[in-house]
């Protein structure tokens, strides 16, 4: 499994970013998609995720703000982020959830300056 993560960047406080990523092979197969980060010196920390019946989850920091949608036939998860603080700063990283194992994508730097 291969996940290709794009769409970071520098962005000032309330601006906006959409991360995307895309699957080698149909997301269908996998119970959940999601987005993580991981700021300098944090624990890497679930963001949204996506079930493959479409229920989402959104850590508490980001709801309203952000949201993560699903493409099935472009085998692609996004992330949507307005209202971005500078808080939302880190490195993000796609992920899909196959039963209790896990694959990753290789991270895309998120850059909020205030």
């Known amino acids: 499994v291969q996940l290709q993560a794009c769409g970071g960047g520098l962005v000032q406080a309330g601006g906006s970013l959409r991360l995307s990523c895309v699957a080698s092979?149909?997301?269908?197969?996998?119970?959940?998609m999601g987005w993580y980060r991981q700021a300098t010196g944090n624990k890497r920390e679930l963001v949204a995720q996506?079930?493959?019946?479409?229920?989402?989850y959104y850590v508490d920091s980001v709801k309203g703000r952000f949201t993560i949608s699903r493409d099935n036939a472009k085998n692609t998860v996004s992330l949507q982020m307005n209202s971005l603080k500078p808080e939302d700063t880190a490195v993000y990283y796609c992920?899909?959830?196959?039963?209790?194992?896990?694959?990753w994508g290789q991270g895309t730097l998120v850059t909020v300056s205030s």
């Open positions: 092979g149909s997301i269908l197969r996998f119970n959940y």
């Open positions: 992920s899909a959830q196959l039963i209790v194992d896990y694959y």
């Open positions: 996506i079930s493959s019946s479409g229920s989402t």
